[in-house]
């Protein structure tokens, strides 16, 4: 802006370019110095007041760009100082490419779209396809590598993906893909996306942005649950005495025949087949791994976290996530409930089969530690029916406070609970993560 | 694509290279081509030899050694060729190592900097075209460049892995996606389309901007001056010339003078059989006397005098007539034996003779006219003697008597004569050759015809051509001992400094040699391409003219002009117009490009205000007789209307396809509500009936996906209300109604929305009875 006022005002007082190349000339200066003003002007507004202009435009001088504008100066000050109309032809030569590089980006960038294609839900460590949709909607001019630079964040972190567009004809679409694999789980913000380009020289980059946001949530990573979890869980419930009548294709009921111990209910008495063999024979029931669950995930963290406390937390939360989803896979006669305590309480409740298993995975991707979570809370409001109905399991943090808890207690409401602590020496053999 | 940037790159820098070693007249940048072409199959293709970084690092310190010894070692000229010697040792260095995006970069800026080099070192019409062809060869070689880098860089990162980037805080892997064309070609003809189209507009941009810079030349500090202080300047009208100059001109028919002849005592003009006596065959017009040599420059050296009184005029019979084309020169043409010059402040100088005008502003003057004086036929006899037997090509070149009378004046036209024995010290050489020549002969004229005979012998000959071969000796020596081939100014310059070696003093003088005459007989036009130098040799108290130049020079110069006239006007013009652009001035661009703009803008705007201030009807009579006449279509006013006309019809077209445009997005969206609210109305009802259920359609279900995932849910409410299998049927017919097209009747309409109301009501009452 002040080189443009200068050049007006400098030649408006002392009139030289006039003098020396007469009335064109000075209505070139003025005319030249002006537009250098106003521009200058723009940028000062610009970078002042950024909500006034697309603040999404940027122009970018490469490496390459720098080196050849020098070249250009030297043999432009090389022509003048040397007389010669040659090298100021050659000088010519450079200019224009560089000009047309400049307008080509600048024209290639206008009128264009930006889609996004995600998936609604992916799981941590997974790796998914992006597909990213430019479209040109000029009418008569093709778009030449077009660098899409998409935009992924997460709190502080980000990170950013990128497709190239070799060419987009004009008044079409391209599609293009990137595949991501995100390490942790949480709400993920897509966009927006950035478009370069330096077609058709390499001289010049332009790039605009385009508002195309999205959201993805990222659901804690499944694993893969060991023989020893489903024994953990059949532990203390042999010679289950509530017999449950089953039916269907699918009924899991299972029985065997042993002879008589001491100490065995009489009814269970088979005499059948008692008399068949001459020797007391009892019928065994199996207990039936379809019974009701139960998961509570305490989300308690303290209030100092030591160094581990949030991949134990983490790890906690994959392994809830295993055990519903391996429940619900697996078990197609039994229900699972899940309640998860952490900033705000949650409670998803499935009926038999896979429904709704993308409200629990959201609650699994958003949920949020606190370390306000007194232990009482964790269980409070459930009642002694669903005690035995459901087979209940807490994961927790402090599981050691709710063991102690509950081999203190005589009047615990929830006697057969299963509490496990979410430490990698409590959860390794239960399960296992893919790396 | 790799293989297709490689041989780019080597048709560049070979095309560089080539440009520069003729440009040079030297085979060394030539050798470019083979090593290009070597290490393209060796280095690039077959990936079989390869230089590390270091030998390569110590490659180019030896560059720089052998350039840096050329540099100190020669004159002005060597100094520039040992920087563009250098920039081809950098450009070996660069090709046999292994290109990665570094090497690639380098090696297209030296080949730049080769054709700026080259550039200096010609003008000729040839580096016009290559600079062209460069042209289209460099902005493909970088279009392919960037289309292999940034495919490569994808693809790289498609073989190798994940890139993490943007933080460091990691949040996950990404993999680069590439969208290719449909036909999954890079380099297809839609990109060497496009790569065309962008060179052109290129080319015209670039032309532009070499029409509308500013000659505002700052070679020896003289901002905003438009004299041509030194260097490369016309023979005959500057005071200091380079050898070399003379071979531009004579490429050049832009006119010089016209002269006409008339006889003073009778008041009327010569007759064509009169002038073509008085002329000869080819006339010499003298112009700029330069006294001292020096590096391959002759200046002139002022020594203050008196000028030569006009009075003389009076008696003279002959009035030469001369007007000359503007040339931005104080110098003035005369012919034969010049007495007096009248003119705007005019007059001849002392010593030299050169007659000259002062002028304290001759940028933008038009022609200049002036008369010199003569006297017809042989000289005065009082005043000169007549030698009749020297061979025709001696002319007498007459001074008064006073000069030699012991005069004051003539004392120092001793001195100034003295001057004229001068010899610079590294020509040894060539006043070796001269007294070798000369032998034992003490007679100045047989001296002096012995050299002519010895540059008309056989090993000598005439030719425009610049090419030096030994640029690090004089100019002088290099045509006296190497070339032995080269234009009037060569001969001149060296019969001169022979003369001197050999005790006669002499001095170069440039001017014009021949000419033609008009149609009409009376008008003798004189050329750039009639150019010439010839020596003056001081024998006997007189200045003799002595042209050593080969009669080739004529046939030369004949050829030159019918090549003029013989050719097709395209070629010529083409040629005049590069002549024009290589020689630009300040004076010549104000002239020719910024002056008829001007004009043009003014006249646009005159009109313009007539038109508004005029009688429309008349406007508008004038504007159909204008169409009615195509004579005039093809004028300024013509191209005027033309330009108005496409800029009204390009606004008329772009308005009415915005207005079609909006028109059509307006209907759309009216059809497309109408059509949403009548036709799902029901179905987003149920969509929202359900919602109070906490059952919510996600964005990847169909409806009837999510119809029947609701129907777990939704089997109490439903069983209800009595509608166990209806909301089936619902989606079923939506998706007719929907996507179908088939319209609900009444009815239906009817009996869908009591099944809503029962189902809504049963909602309502669970809602409830929850609460």
Known sequence: MVLGLTLVVFEMWSGRVYNQLGSAGRVAAILSGTAFSVWGLKEVIASLFPSWTKSSDSFLLPVEGWAYLIIMCVLFIGALIGRSNLLLMVFASMAGPFIMNGWFTFTMLRRLNGGRSLPERVMAGETFTTTIILENRKSWLAVWLMRVLDSVTKGNSYIKPEVMFVRIPPRESRQGHYQLRLHERGRYRFGPMTVTTRFPLGLVQRGTGLDVNDELLVYPRVGTLTPKWRKLLQYSFELVTDVQTQSGLFHDEMSRIREYRAGDDPRMIHWKTSARTNELMVREYEESRDRDLLLIVDCWQPETPTLTSPDEFERGLCFATTVCMEHLRGSRESSLSVRLVGQTLVKWQGDKGESHIDQLLDAFAEVMSSSQIPPEAVVEGLDDQQSRQFRVVLLSARAEKFRDELNHSTESRFPEMQVLGMSAEELSPLFYQAK | ?771
Not at chain 2, 41 to 67: C, M, R, W, Y
Not at chain 2, 321 to 342: C, E, H, I, Q, W
Not at chain 2, 511 to 539: C, M, N, P, Y
Request: charged share 20%; with cysteine; proline share 4%.
């Open chain 2, 1 to 771: 694509m790799r293989q297709i940037l490689f041989i780019s790159l080597t048709v560049m820098i070979s095309l560089s290279g080539i440009v520069f070693a003729v440009a040079e007249g030297s085979p060394l940048a030539g050798v470019t081509l083979l090593i290009a072409l070597a290490t393209l199959f060796f280095v690039d293709i077959e990936d079989k030899f390869s230089v590390p970084v270091s030998i390569a690092n110590t490659l180019g310190l030896i560059a720089f050694f052998v350039a840096g010894i050329e540099f100190f070692g020669g004159h002005i000229e060597s100094r520039l060729l040992a920087g563009g010697h250098l920039i081809v040792y950098l450009t070996w260095v660069n090709l046999i190592q292994k290109k990665g995006n570094r090497q690639i970069w380098w090696l297209c800026a030296l080949s730049i900097l080769q054709i700026a080099t080259a550039s200096v070192l010609t003008t000729s019409m040839w580096f016009g075209a290559a600079l062209i062809l460069y042209s289209f060869v460099a902005t493909w070689t970088l279009s392919v460049f960037l289309l292999y880098r940034s495919t490569k860089e994808t693809d790289d990162a498609q073989k190798s892995g994940p890139l993490e980037q943007g933080s460091n805080f990691v949040v996950g892997d990404a993999w680069k996606g590439v969208s290719r064309d449909v036909d999954h070609r890079l380099v297809n003809s839609r990109f060497v389309l496009v790569t065309g189209v962008v060179t052109c507009l290129s080319l015209a941009i670039g032309l532009m901007f070499f029409l509308f810079t500013p000659r505002v030349w700052i070679g020896n500090y003289s901002l905003f001056g438009d004299e041509a202080v030194a260097g490369r300047s016309l023979t005959g009208f500057t005071e200091e010339v380079r050898l070399g100059d003379m071979s531009e001109i004579m490429e050049n028919s832009a006119p010089v003078m016209q002269v006409t002849l008339h006889h003073r005592q009778q008041k009327r003009p010569f007759t064509l059989k009169e002038a073509e006596a008085y002329l000869g065959p080819d006339p010499l017009f003298r112009g700029t006397v330069m006294e001292e040599y020096e590096n391959g420059r002759w200046k002139q050296v002022h020594f203050p005098g008196p000028e030569t009184p006009v009075s003389q005029v009076e008696n003279t019979t002959i009035e030469q007539k001369y007007r000359m084309a503007p040339l931005n020169s104080s110098t003035l043409f005369s012919f034969g034996d010049a007495v007096g010059v009248s003119g705007r402040r005019a007059f001849i100088e002392p010593y030299s003779d050169e007659l000259k005008r002062n002028s304290s502003n001759r940028s933008g003057e038009r022609n200049y006219e002036y008369s010199v004086y003569a006297n017809l036929g042989p000289p005065d006899a009082t005043n000169s003697q007549v030698r009749e037997s020297w061979p025709p090509y001696y002319k007498m070149f007459f001074a008064p008597s006073e000069y030699f009378s012991g005069s004051r004046l003539g004392q120092q036209r001793g001195g100034y004569v003295g001057r004229q024995l001068r010899v610079p010290d590294d020509l040894q050489r060539v006043t070796e050759l001269a007294q070798s020549v000369v032998a034992d002969e003490e007679n100045d004229y047989l001296k002096v015809q012995r050299l002519l005979q010895y540059f008309d012998g056989p090993e000598f000959e005439y030719s425009l051509d610049l090419s030096v071969t030994d640029a690090s000796v004089d100019p002088l020596e290099d045509f006296l001992f190497n070339r032995k081939s080269g234009h009037c100014e060569y001969y001149a310059s060296a019969m001169a400094i022979m003369l001197r070696g050999v005790g006669v003093p002499s001095r170069l003088v440039s001017g014009f040699k021949g000419g033609s005459f008009d149609s009409d007989g009376l008008t003798f036009r004189v050329q750039q391409l009639h150019a010439h130098s010839w020596v003056e040799a001081f024998i006997d108290g007189t200045w003799l003219t002595v042209d050593p130049t080969p009669a080739a020079r004529e046939v030369a110069v004949q050829e030159l002009e019918d090549s003029f006239f013989g050719l097709s006007e395209l070629w010529s013009n083409i040629r005049q117009i590069w002549s024009t652009g290589v020689r630009m001035s300040k004076s010549q661009q104000q002239e020719l490009i910024y002056t008829p703009l001007q004009t043009v803008a003014v006249q646009s705007w005159d009109s313009l205000k007539d038109f508004a201030q005029s009688d429309k009807t008349a406007t508008l009579r004038s504007f159909v007789a204008f169409l009615r006449s195509p004579r005039q279509w093809f004028s300024v006013t013509g191209g005027i209307v033309a330009f108005v006309l496409m800029v009204l019809l390009s606004a008329i077209v772009w308005c009415v396809k915005k207005l079609i445009q909006l028109i059509r997005s307006i209907s759309n969206a009216r059809s497309m509500k109408r059509r949403h609210r009548s036709e799902v109305q029901f179905f987003d009802r149920f969509v929202q009936i359900l919602s109070k259920l906490d059952i919510h359609q996600s964005p990847s279900q169909t409806a009837r996906e999510f119809v029947k995932s609701s129907l777990v849910e939704l089997k109490q409410p439903l069983s209800d209300a009595g509608l166990s299998e209806w909301p089936e049927e619902l989606v079923e017919l939506f998706y007719q109604v929907r996507f179908g097209g088939s319209t609900m009747s009444p009815q239906q309409s009817q009996r869908i929305d009591q099944e809503l109301k029962k189902l809504q009501d049963c909602v309502d009452q669970r809602e409830n009875a929850q609460s």
